[in-house]
């Protein structure tokens, strides 16, 4: 190390447990972090400060002005750019004795098991079971250890999965403890279902700590156990998760249906056809099938119906008229108009693509 490295990690050198020798450790570790949102953002932080020798990125997103009041990596300055790339100059700018590689795109099936191949450990920031389940298969099926995390409204998860055994084996899975997917529209993001904005930071930062033990190998990770927290009850425990034997990772052929895109079998508007439309006064209803609180924080002047009133509200919702349905990002929009095709036969709806992030992002402009 050079004479600035040994003085920027002092603390951590009359640690007894820890030393030169797991400060060498973390320096020689390589490290890919999937998702720069917030996870990966007190992740990132704190991984490029402690030392990780090389840090991998990759997200396919931007910074939106809704993500800084979870995801302190980025500021105001950094609205529109890409997550990757505003990443690498801020954990650069923190500590310029790192290597960071940077992957813009979506991580899928065709191109998991190249990415994370020169990396030790993944540590999972996502937020969506299609990606989770897929890092997981990855990480089993490629030996990585996979430092998992979740975060959702007031609660958190932390675990370590896939960490080697001292016979060589490897310990418990995501699978192990969640054999099976739910549906990929079943369960709302952090978009849609909202998350507590100082949350990450405690996870994320607790999610770092596990990534830091296991590559400077010290302590006792959290393998074999998933640490749960409440952030409105302030209470924490802590499971063992079994090995179940009836968990068999062979391919990832059994994720390429669940994880694929699902064809489009609804009509689709963009926001600035909506706003063209509205210019020329087209007729048409707007229907927010987001929650009231929502509503009431911002709207778009649209008729509230939230989606899980869909079916008793089906009446007030017109089939001789352009219905263009709209929620946050897309997603409970798209849940709502198949719910209405499906069940009750609706030939004239129109989701509204980005939602009212979309329209945000429009007038902002």
Not at 93 to 119: S, T
Not at 237 to 263: D, G
Request: aromatic share 8%; hydrophobic share 40%; with cysteine.
């Amino acid at each position: 190390m050079s004479p600035e490295e040994l003085k920027r990690y002092a603390r951590h050198f009359v640690l007894p447990e820890f030393g030169r020798a797991g400060q060498a450790q973390l320096k020689a570790a390589k490290v890919l972090v999937v998702g720069a949102g917030g996870l990966g953002s007190p992740v990132l932080l704190y991984l490029a400060a402690a030392g990780i020798g090389e840090i991998g990125i990759i997200d396919d997103d931007i910074v939106d002005i809704s993500n800084l009041r979870r995801q302190d990596l980025y500021t105001d300055a950094d609205i529109g750019r890409s997550k990757v790339v505003a990443a690498k100059e801020r954990i650069q700018a923190l500590n310029p004795h790192i290597k960071v590689n940077i992957y813009q795109q979506r991580l899928n099936i065709e191109n998991v098991l190249e990415l994370i191949a020169p990396y030790d450990i993944v540590a999972d920031g996502t937020d969506n079971f299609p990606t989770r389940y897929l890092v997981n298969d990855a990480c089993v099926l490629a030996g990585k250890i996979n430092v998992y995390a979740s975060i959702f409204r007031f609660e958190g998860q932390v675990a370590v999965f896939n960490y080697p055994n001292p016979d060589g084996s490897r310990g418990v899975n995501y699978r192990d403890l969640f054999p099976e997917p739910p549906d990929p529209e079943a369960v709302p993001n952090c978009a849609e279902g909202g998350v507590l904005g100082v949350l990450p930071g405690i996870i994320g930062s607790m999610q770092a700590n596990e990534v830091i033990k296991v590559a400077a190998k010290v302590g006792e990770p959290l393998a074999g156990r998933l640490f749960l927290f409440d952030a409105a009850a302030f209470s924490t425990r802590v499971l063992k998760i079994p090995k179940n034997p009836a968990v068999q990772i062979q391919s990832l052929e059994a994720l390429a249906t669940y994880c694929a895109v699902p064809e489009q079998d609804y009509q689709e508007i963009d926001i600035t056809t909506y706003q063209t439309w509205k210019v020329n006064q087209v007729p048409h209803l707007l229907v927010d099938v987001r929650e009231p609180n929502e509503y009431e924080i911002h709207q778009m002047g649209g008729l509230l119906i939230p989606l899980g009133q869909i079916k008793e509200k089906v009446d007030q919702i017109p089939r001789d008229l352009k219905v263009v349905v709209h929620c946050k990002s897309g997603a409970r929009s798209v849940s709502a108009i198949r719910i209405l095709q499906n069940d009750y036969g609706f030939d004239n709806l129109w989701n509204l693509k980005g939602g009212i992030l979309a329209w945000e992002q429009t007038i902002k402009v």
